[in-house]
């Protein structure tokens, strides 16, 4: 089917770019201990971008077998569009590293395999009354197809699952977490976050002042969205960025290390990009220097750089930027040890609304989820009717100490625990 799409397209234009996408997912959705649902679903797309005389046209059908019409309409819209003197031509040709990206042995993982692992966290849980109120467990096996004038022909496979939920023990604590793969996953993180729910039994709300600050892998993450924002080269271009003139300064300090990667064994990692782009390693920040913005192809020939294999779309979008999977590099200290040499402080692993926080300043105020009082190295209480305020940037300029292991938090972010000076913490 693709080889007659093509030949049809290189009779009416000769740039032209296809994406093909196919997606079965099966949806488990858990409500009060027990499966709610059980959803099955399937989907075959395709998208068409042109380029004629200066101008894009794209156009996309959930019906491939209406190819036809799809490259028609793509190519009626390039007219009536304005020419776009930004855009330099699609993706050429290039190698492209080997990713392993399908698993067989979760494409094998059928329904009773996922009902048996959704009822053993289930009675994880349940045995120590904590009751999982609700969850979502996802499984998507995927294939795309990209194809397009400059000679690019790749095609891949790929699988995922990941299961989010959220847990209450007999007191209302409440924790939302989860966890994700391209493989089948195993029962660890309910067990852990058993461990996570009992820390917060016993609550208090702190005196309202500056201590030291140990910020979680999981509320890093939530923060450093703000980061992400910056790197990405259309808020660059468009002059959203803080950072848009720092390229090549130093904006952090000397200990943080901060990289995209879309190659090695992360959840998010592939063979090329959604334009044809092969992926790779990009250093955004090495020892507190900035380095590098993330860049699809047509991003990179604004700023005369080349993409970094950073485009993503569906079948029914066109491209645009989106990090790969993001690694805060790890540092030097056992998280033992962190402890140990805090006196007074809090430790915030969970923040609730980062998304209001000011994505383009680095300013917040947020409300603490999940989050710990320590004192002389030891956790006292968990926390609260209690916020944290400040600037990630801010923060990211003076790091006292980065732990000595990472954490995959979701979302392909994987990032440590970090020790700073001080947070503003607003309690009573």
């Not at 959704?118 to 467990?137: M, P, Q, W």
């Not at 390229?247 to 959840?267: A, E, H, Q, W």
């Not at 540092?331 to 969970?350: L, R």
Request: glycine share 8%; charged share 30%.
């Amino acid at each position: 089917m693709i080889d007659k799409i093509e030949n049809y397209i290189k009779k009416k234009t000769d740039s032209y770019e296809i994406y093909y996408g196919e997606l079965d997912s099966e949806t488990f959705e858990l409500n009060k201990n027990k499966l709610d649902s059980c959803i099955f679903g399937s989907i075959k797309g395709l998208g068409i971008r042109v380029f004629n005389e200066g101008r894009i046209g794209f156009s996309s059908s959930l019906n491939i077998n209406n190819y036809k019409n799809v490259a028609d309409a793509a190519l009626k819209i390039a007219k009536l569009n304005n020419k776009d003197k930004n855009f330099k031509g699609f993706v050429k040709r290039a190698k492209y590293p080997n990713i392993k990206s399908f698993y067989n042995e979760l494409a094998d993982f059928d329904e009773q395999d996922i009902k048996r692992y959704i009822n053993n966290a289930i009675k994880i849980f349940n045995n120590e009354n904590i009751n999982l109120s609700r969850g979502i467990y996802k499984k998507n096996l995927g294939k795309r197809t990209i194809i397009n004038s400059e000679g690019v022909y790749a095609e891949d496979k790929f699988s995922y699952n990941a299961f989010d939920y959220n847990i209450i023990d007999n007191e209302k604590n409440a924790l939302w977490d989860g966890d994700e793969s391209k493989t089948i996953m195993n029962n660890n993180k309910q067990t852990e976050n058993v461990k996570r729910i009992r820390l917060l039994k016993i609550k208090d709300t702190p005196k309202t002042g500056d201590v030291k600050f140990l910020l979680g892998p999981r509320a890093l993450a939530q923060l450093l969205n703000a980061f992400i924002f910056n790197v990405d080269g259309e808020n660059v271009v468009n002059n959203k960025s803080i950072f848009k003139d720092k390229l090549k300064d130093k904006i952090f300090d000397k200990k943080v290390t901060i990289i995209d990667s879309g190659i090695g064994n992360y959840v998010n990692s592939r063979k090329c990009d959604d334009e044809g782009t092969p992926c790779k390693e990009t250093k955004i920040v090495v020892n507190g220097i900035l380095k590098n913005f993330l860049l699809d192809s047509y991003y990179g020939n604004i700023m005369k750089k080349k993409s970094t294999g950073n485009a993503s779309r569906s079948y029914s979008s066109t491209p645009g930027i989106s990090p790969n999977n993001i690694i805060f590099s790890k540092g030097k200290y056992d998280i033992k040890d962190i402890f140990s040499s805090i006196n007074k402080g809090i430790f915030v692993n969970d923040l609730l609304g980062a998304h209001t926080m000011d994505s383009q300043t680095g300013l917040f105020s947020l409300g603490v989820t999940e989050g710990h009082i320590i004192e002389d190295g030891k956790i006292k209480y968990a926390v609260r009717d209690t916020m944290v305020s400040g600037n990630i940037f801010d923060l990211l300029i003076n790091v006292k100490k980065i732990s000595n292991k990472i954490e995959h938090v979701g979302n392909g972010e994987y990032m440590p625990h970090i020790l700073f000076n001080k947070i503003k913490v607003i309690g009573r």
